[in-house]
């Protein structure tokens, strides 16, 4: 019995901490959500365009990147947290969804960049592109039009997230965690994997997986939360 409870013990700390990345994670989609409404965004294409916009809103740019981006690093914390609370549940399905949940946000800070034409090289380019004289300005554009398009092109890591999510909420719908919790999960992953493989196509239906996505990790903190506190309330 005493080594039992020091085993789920151990992951108390990982529970509170999945919980906080969980709410730092929605904030940081809010923020950059709030900017692009509030702020004229970034062209999708045109080098020049992109660069001069960049120029004229360098200080919203750039937290519209580093929340982008960055938030990768929470939702890390978060597929670690919930594979070990549904390790007992389901083996498997937790260690798949962990491996394929973080592998996905390693990859997409490896990636470093997101739509719409955020991408670090394209913040120096801005800048060289100011002082440049005009025989080096297309060649620059050109550059930024390169970057934009990668930028912008769908990435192998939102589609192994959402992945990572349905898999971690196929038993996520029975304990510890409300079903609720699962049935969202379930829907976020299979539309998220449809949205982010076709999101060059469907226009603003994509909007629909930008709701539930925030919306799963604002659950999911909440659940951990419940976890962490049974936890502690069966270990002393």
């Known amino acids: 019995m005493?080594?039992?409870r020091t085993s789920t013990s151990s992951w108390s700390l990982l529970y509170g901490i999945g919980a906080v990345s969980a709410f730092v994670y929605v904030l940081m989609i809010l923020v950059p959500l709030a900017l692009l409404v509030a702020q004229p965004q970034a062209p999708i294409s045109g080098g020049a365009a992109i660069l001069e916009y960049i120029a004229a809103h360098k200080a919203v740019y750039l937290v519209e990147l580093i929340c982008f981006v960055g938030l990768s690093l929470p939702a890390i914390f978060v597929f670690l947290a919930l594979g070990a609370a549904l390790w007992r549940k389901n083996g498997s399905l937790a260690l798949l969804g962990t491996v394929v949940g973080v592998g996905s946000e390693l990859i997409a800070l490896g990636l470093g960049s997101s739509?719409?034409?955020?991408?670090?090289?394209?913040l120096s380019l801005s800048g060289q592109y100011q002082v440049a004289d005009e025989?080096?300005?297309?060649?620059?554009?050109?550059a930024a039009s390169a970057l934009a398009a990668y930028a912008n092109a769908v990435s192998a890591a939102g589609?192994?997230?959402?992945?990572?999510?349905?898999?971690?909420?196929?038993?996520m719908a029975k304990a510890p965690f409300p079903r609720r919790l699962g049935v969202v999960g379930i829907a976020t992953?299979?539309?998220?994997m449809l949205s982010e493989a076709l999101r060059?196509?469907?226009g603003a239906a994509y909007g629909l997986y930008g709701i539930l996505l925030p919306l799963w990790?604002?659950?999911v903190g909440l659940g951990l939360i419940g976890v962490w506190k049974r936890n502690d309330e069966e270990t002393r």
């Open 189 to 192: 992953g299979v539309i998220g």
């Open 115 to 122: 739509p719409p034409s955020l991408n670090m090289g394209l």
């Open 159 to 171: 589609i192994l997230t959402a992945l990572g999510i349905l898999l971690l909420s196929i038993p």
């Open 2 to 4: 005493v080594e039992r």
């Open 135 to 142: 025989a080096l300005k297309p060649s620059l554009a050109s």
């Open 217 to 219: 990790f604002v659950f």
């Open 200 to 202: 060059d196509f469907i």
